[in-house]
């Protein structure tokens, strides 16, 4: 008897709740095992996720054989592990940033824009920080590829290679926001979700017309002539790419709403439960 041959599957993780501990780091089991599966099993393997490649680079360093690009600022922008730069960027039109932050204004917020010059992202803020804000700050800091630039009162006017608007705040606040940009017809795609130890504090991100996680993914199985793509995901923000995807595996300390769209749900981030369900995976 012949056996079908098998599929030739992009594995796709999102990062913080679902590869990472609770840490926020790739356990050295996780990392070994990705290791082996790339190496010496030929699996094709990537993130996705709403960082940038300044705590993306030193996070999936631990993966030391991960070659494809990873897929960055909410599939905004694609990051080459090999050349260490961006292979893809999906910029904003500077009538959308100007647009975006109107909005944003008129409910009191200054946004984070994010903007890129090469190989590094520059973070644009005016204005006073929230707590919130103020320690997300500091927590990135003197990172590589991305330096924060405060109260320049002419960053709007200037057009960039903008590639994210983001503002962290009460869930509630956020949620009004994204209506309103809805209301207005602005041209630009929206992202809203809870942290997921605080439900109560939301994180809004506003990016180019068309740009998500779920769009980049599903380019990145092209661009790897897949025929199978599996996607692990935790929070509300990974439904979307879950939804395109041929598997969807949710972990175990993932949202409810995210485990009753997902075709199946492993164990917890805390259990290196990505690596041991594509091992398993593999193993059929």
Not at 65 to 84: K, N
Not at 142 to 157: H, S, T
Not at 182 to 201: K, R, W
Not at 209 to 215: L, P
């Amino acid at each position: 008897m012949t056996l079908p041959e098998k599929k030739r599957t992009l594995y796709v993780s999102d990062l913080d709740g679902t590869l990472l501990g609770a840490d926020s780091r790739v356990s050295a089991f996780t990392a070994s095992m990705l290791d082996e599966m790339i190496t010496h099993r030929n699996i094709l393997f990537t993130i996705a996720t709403a960082r940038t490649p300044a705590t993306v680079v030193p996070i999936m360093s631990a993966v030391q054989s991960a070659a494809l690009p990873f897929i960055v600022i909410g599939g905004a922008a694609w990051w080459s592990p090999i050349d260490g730069n961006y292979t893809c960027v999906n910029a904003m039109s500077h009538a959308t940033v100007l647009a975006v932050d109107e909005v944003m204004s008129r409910h009191g917020l200054r946004p984070f824009i994010y903007c890129r010059a090469g190989s590094w992202l520059y973070s644009y803020h005016y204005g006073a920080m929230s707590e919130q804000e103020t320690r997300f700050v500091s927590e990135r800091t003197g990172l590589r590829f991305k330096q924060f630039v405060f109260d320049d009162p002419y960053y709007i006017e200037r057009e960039h290679d903008t590639v994210m608007m983001y503002s962290m705040n009460r869930y509630a606040v956020l949620r009004d926001v994204r209506d309103d940009l809805i209301a207005a017809a602005v041209d630009c795609e929206v992202t809203l979700y809870h942290d997921i130890v605080d439900s109560d504090v939301g994180y809004l991100e506003v990016y180019s017309a068309g740009v998500t996680k779920a769009a980049a993914i599903m380019e990145m199985a092209r661009h790897v002539q897949a025929d199978r793509v599996v996607v692990f995901g935790d929070n509300r923000n990974d439904i979307p790419m879950m939804r395109v995807a041929d598997v969807s595996v949710a972990m175990g300390n993932a949202f409810d709403e995210v485990k009753n769209v997902a075709t199946v749900v492993t164990g917890n981030n805390t259990d290196d439960a990505v690596a041991r369900w594509i091992a398993a995976d593999i193993a059929l």
